[in-house]
């Protein structure tokens, strides 16, 4: 891209030159409370065996009692399972985290039970990008802006009494044509009611 030659050697220098402070970094000791963790995994590709190959990357995303976000860290695996995320909750602790209040993540299967495996008292709310993001896949695209519209009012409302009437409209309007939309937002409602909490 910059019309620069850079050999292996270079390359395998500046690694060595980083690597002592990537570790102390990757082992360093944090807060003992975060109010709300982020945990997500996301699939990108990487070079193994001289082969590209695609693996997850596990981030925990952490907002300090100071309201700063600060990533606690990020680990490499094959894929996203909830016995990996298990480990990765381990070693949050290990490093000095005693207590989540509340912990987002996406809906994979065995996840909210990790966590409270390690961090009995947390609260484990689905984020609400991914309650979005899974109930826009059961609708076409010449409906989806209009859905995501009519979404966006759900969670964007000042209390929660006002989420519900407009969790009503919502089906009311669309629930005819997408019933699996308004019953999955009721089934996590104690998630979206977590939102009113924070505001």
């Known amino acids: 891209m910059y019309d620069a030659d850079i050999s292996a050697t270079l390359v395998s220098n500046v690694t060595q030159a980083v690597i002592t402070q990537a570790?102390?970094?990757?082992?360093?000791?944090?807060?003992?409370?975060y109010p709300i963790?982020?945990?997500?995994?996301?699939v990108i590709k990487v070079r193994q065996d001289k082969q590209i190959i695609k693996?997850?990357?596990?981030?925990?995303?952490?907002?300090n009692l100071d309201g700063k976000k600060e990533c606690l860290g990020l680990w490499l695996s094959k894929n996203e399972s909830s016995k990996f995320?298990?480990?990765v909750l381990n070693d949050i602790a290990n490093r000095g985290v005693k207590d989540i209040l509340i912990a987002s993540v996406d809906?994979?299967?065995?996840?909210?039970?990790?966590?409270?495996?390690?961090?009995?008292?947390?609260?484990?709310?689905?984020c609400i990008v991914h309650m979005v993001r899974n109930s826009l896949k059961y609708v076409g695209y010449k409906d989806r802006k209009q859905v995501a519209s009519s979404l966006k009012q759900i969670y964007q409302s000042i209390?929660?009494?006002?989420?519900?009437?407009v969790l009503d409209e919502f089906e009311h309007r669309w629930?005819?044509?997408?019933?699996s939309i308004g019953k999955s937002w009721r089934?996590?409602?104690?998630?979206?009611?977590?939102?009113?909490?924070?505001?």
């Open 23 to 33: 570790i102390e970094w990757r082992n360093r000791p944090l807060d003992e409370i």
């Open 37 to 42: 963790v982020y945990l997500d995994g996301i």
């Open 55 to 63: 693996k997850t990357m596990y981030i925990a995303l952490g907002v």
């Open 85 to 87: 995320w298990l480990g």
């Open 107 to 126: 809906g994979l299967t065995g996840f909210p039970e990790a966590i409270n495996a390690v961090f009995p008292q947390a609260d484990v709310q689905l």
């Open 159 to 165: 209390s929660e009494d006002e989420a519900l009437l």
């Open 175 to 179: 629930g005819q044509q997408f019933p």
């Open 187 to 199: 089934r996590n409602w104690d998630n979206v009611a977590t939102l009113f909490c924070l505001s």
